[in-house]
C-alpha cells in the first residue's frame, strides 16, 4: 500500500479517536491534553530521544511521516495538528470543536485517498475533482450525525475550498482553524433565521 494512503488511513482513525476525549472530557481537556502531546512529542524528536518507551511514537514517524518532514521537522504534522485542535477547543463551543475535528479527519483523509487512486481533474495544489467531490460527500454525511446535513453541506464545500487552496503540509493547522472560524459565523447569522440551531 502506498506510504501516503497507509498515512491517511491512520490520518482518518488516529483523529477521529479525539471525538470521544471531547464528549467524555470536555474541550478543555482535550486542549490541554493536545498542548502535553505536542510539547512531548516536540521534546523527544529535537532531542532524538529513543528508547522502549518512546519506541512505538518512532515507529509511527518513520512509518508515516513524509519524507521531507524526516529531514527536517519529524512529527510536524501532529505538531500543527495539535495546535490547531488547541486553539479550536480553547475559543469555540463543543460543537464547533466536534465539527472540526470531524473535517479534519474525514474530508482531508477520503480527498487523499479517493485523488491518489481515481483522481483525473487536477485542480490547485495537486488536489483532484474526484477527491474533493468524494471528500465533500463523505464529509457531509459524517457531518449530518452532529448537524443539520445541508448546513454540513454548506461546511463541507467551505472546507473543501480551504483544502484547495492551502499547502497540503499545513492543512492539519489551517482546516481545524479556518473550519471552525467559518462554523462559528455560519451559526451566527442561521440563528436569526432558525434559532433551533
Same mark, same amino acid.
Given at each position: 500500500?502506498?506510504?501516503?494512503?497507509?498515512?491517511?488511513? $491512520?490520518?482518518?482513525?488516529?483523529?477521529?479517536?479525539?471525538?470521544?476525549?471531547?464528549?467524555?472530557?470536555?474541550?478543555? $481537556?482535550l486542549?490541554?491534553?493536545?498542548? *502535553?502531546? &505536542?510539547?512531548?512529542?516536540?521534546?523527544?524528536?529535537?532531542?532524538?530521544?529513543?528508547?522502549?518507551?518512546?519506541?512505538?511514537?518512532?515507529? $509511527?514517524?518513520?512509518?508515516?511521516?513524509?519524507?521531507?518532514?524526516?529531514?527536517?521537522?519529524?512529527?510536524?504534522?501532529?505538531?500543527?495538528?495539535?495546535?490547531?485542535?488547541?486553539?479550536?477547543?480553547?475559543? $469555540?463551543?463543543?460543537?464547533?470543536? /466536534?465539527i472540526? *475535528?470531524?473535517?479534519?479527519?474525514? !474530508?482531508?483523509?477520503?480527498?487523499?485517498?479517493?485523488?491518489?487512486?481515481?483522481?483525473?481533474?487536477?485542480? #490547485?495544489?495537486?488536489?483532484?475533482?474526484?477527491?474533493?467531490? &468524494?471528500?465533500?460527500?463523505?464529509?457531509?454525511?459524517?457531518?449530518?450525525?452532529?448537524?443539520?446535513? #445541508?448546513?454540513?453541506?454548506?461546511?463541507?464545500?467551505?472546507? /473543501?475550498?480551504?483544502?484547495?487552496?492551502?499547502?497540503?503540509?499545513?492543512?492539519?493547522? !489551517?482546516?481545524?482553524? /479556518?473550519? &471552525?472560524?467559518?462554523?462559528?459565523?455560519?451559526?451566527l !447569522?442561521?440563528?436569526?433565521?432558525?434559532?433551533?440551531?
Amino acid at each position: 500500500m502506498d506510504r501516503e494512503i497507509k498515512r491517511k488511513i $491512520f490520518h482518518i482513525f488516529s483523529i477521529l479517536l479525539l471525538l470521544p476525549v471531547l464528549y467524555l472530557f470536555g474541550k478543555y $481537556f482535550l486542549a490541554g491534553l493536545m498542548v *502535553i502531546l &505536542a510539547t512531548t512529542v516536540y521534546l523527544i524528536v529535537k532531542l532524538n530521544i529513543k528508547n522502549p518507551i518512546t519506541q512505538l511514537l518512532w515507529f $509511527f514517524i518513520e512509518n508515516l511521516e513524509r519524507e521531507e518532514n524526516l529531514k527536517t521537522f519529524p512529527a510536524k504534522e501532529a505538531f500543527s495538528l495539535a495546535l490547531g485542535i488547541t486553539i479550536v477547543s480553547l475559543f $469555540f463551543e463543543e460543537k464547533i470543536v /466536534a465539527i472540526s *475535528i470531524i473535517s479534519l479527519a474525514i !474530508y482531508d483523509g477520503i480527498a487523499t485517498i479517493i485523488g491518489m487512486k481515481f483522481g483525473k481533474i487536477k485542480l #490547485l495544489n495537486n488536489r483532484t475533482l474526484e477527491g474533493t467531490v &468524494a471528500g465533500i460527500i463523505v464529509n457531509t454525511i459524517a457531518l449530518s450525525f452532529i448537524i443539520n446535513p #445541508l448546513i454540513g453541506l454548506i461546511i463541507s464545500i467551505f472546507v /473543501a475550498v480551504i483544502e484547495n487552496i492551502s499547502s497540503s503540509k499545513e492543512d492539519n493547522f !489551517y482546516i481545524p482553524v /479556518a473550519t &471552525a472560524f467559518f462554523s462559528f459565523f455560519l451559526f451566527l !447569522y442561521l440563528r436569526n433565521f432558525t434559532p433551533s440551531l
